[in-house]
């Protein structure tokens, strides 16, 4: 069962969890009403019998016999119903302290409850019963004087158009309930769809997001809301996420930019030892000096490369230590002079003892840029002039 529901749609359930929430809700407002309407119709029978017991209490009279007699005095809201022969007066018993019947009244001289009715205290007790003629009635019994003796008197009154009542409400009930129902769940699904709406077309553009249009963005339609605040959460993602490739490609460009000036070197340095009248001992060796102190350059380009890798991933730090501007312009100077001299380009120094705390690694890269790109966007026969001083 619970395969059955996740995998259902979203939709789907949403109206399935409105539609049995409202059921629940109209159930118990239905059942509330029930036994609010049940209550005040049996509070209106309460009190008319109230008003018969003083109406008995008052004109029932003692013969000098001692036996009880009734005027007959009778009332016209009496209920005539089809389960009962139409009511002639007030139904009523009045019984003995003893439980012996002195005198009733009622539809017919043979009619009687079908369970006896246990004598109840002095005080006005009201419940229900049945005769044998299934005749539902409403009784009120009290311990009071009877002329002049004590006894117990009771009062009754047909249940019938209370029960045809609660029977025609019940039945609108009955009907109107899953009608309200069934209208709620149609209302769940039209809110559901409109309010997922936004999702499918979310879905829609993220389909359409590669990693070639990372530029693209989902729609918000709303920003205030859950939906809303949800898609602009993806397209703060999205653009790190492009940040992030834009970073990647700009660190490979800058890698063979920075590897293009130790390569340049060392195949300048390998084409002038194979020039011809160059095969003197000295000169090949200054050649095989060469080529290593570019491959020396290169494998620390490469550590260095690694390093800023690792730095842009916040997993590095910097390494502090003292360093000596002008040597290390000098430096720079000397690894870059052969792409200055293809250029007929004068690299000149100008340099002050300047000490400073730095990483000398991440230092002499930053030069190495700047250097570099003054010697390739400027004309041929420059001259370049790098000069350290105090500031």
């Known amino acids: 069962m619970r395969q059955w529901w996740q995998r259902r749609s979203l939709r789907l ?3 399935l969890w409105y539609a049995l ?3 629940i809700i109209l159930l118990a407002f239905g ?8 209550g005040r119709l049996l509070s209106e029978l309460d009190r008319q019998l109230r008003v018969d017991f003083e109406t008995v209490e008052s004109r029932v009279t003692r013969h000098s016999a001692g036996d009880l007699s009734w005027s007959g005095y009778g009332h016209d809201d009496d209920d005539n119903d089809s389960e009962q022969p139409v009511a002639a007066g007030l139904w009523f018993e009045i019984l003995s302290s003893q439980g012996a019947i002195l005198l009733r009244e009622g539809p017919s001289s043979d009619w009687k409850v079908v369970l006896p009715l246990p004598l109840r205290e002095d005080i006005f007790t009201a419940f229900s019963a049945e005769t044998e003629r299934h005749i539902h009635v409403r009784v009120l019994e009290k311990s009071t004087s009877i002329a002049g003796k004590p006894g117990v008197l009771r009062v009754f009154r047909s249940e019938a158009e209370l029960r045809r009542a609660m ?5 609108v009930l009955a009907f109107g309930l899953p009608l309200a129902a069934g209208l709620a769940a149609a209302g769940g699904y039209l809110i559901a769809h409109r309010s997922l709406s936004p999702i499918s077309q979310i879905a829609a553009r993220a389909r359409q997001i590669t990693a070639e249009s990372l530029g693209g963005r989902l729609p918000v339609a709303n920003p205030h809301d859950e939906l809303g605040q949800l898609a602009t959460v993806f397209n703060a993602t999205l653009a790190r996420l492009e940040n992030s490739f834009a970073e990647l490609r700009r660190f490979t460009a800058d890698a063979s930019h920075e590897l293009r000036t130790p390569l340049t070197a060392l195949r300048a340095v390998g084409e002038a030892a194979l020039r011809p009248g160059v095969g003197d001992a000295n000169s090949l060796r200054e050649a ?6 570019e491959t020396r350059r290169l494998s620390d380009l490469v550590d260095t490369l690694l390093l800023l890798a690792r730095a842009d991933t916040g997993v590095a730090l910097p390494s502090l230590q003292e360093v000596e501007l002008g040597a290390l312009v000098r430096e720079v100077r ?6 200055g001299e293809e250029k007929r380009q004068l690299i000149e120094i100008e340099a002050e003892k ?16 700047l250097v570099d790109n003054a010697i390739r966007y400027s004309p041929e026969g420059l001259s370049i002039l790098l000069r350290v001083r105090r500031n």
């Not at 300047?354 to 840029?369: G, H, Q």
Request: zero cysteines; glycine letters at 4%; proline letters at 0%.
């Open 288 to 293: 095989l000096s060469s080529t290593l102190e």
């Open 21 to 23: 929430t409202s059921a």
């Open 334 to 339: 000397d690894t870059v002079l052969v792409l």
């Open 167 to 171: 029977a025609e409400l019940g039945a």
């Open 13 to 15: 359930r949403l109206t």
């Open 31 to 38: 059942g509330m009403l029930l036994l609010v309407v049940r």
């Open 354 to 369: 300047v000490l400073v705390w730095a990483d000398r690694e991440l230092l002499r890269l930053a030069l190495l840029n």
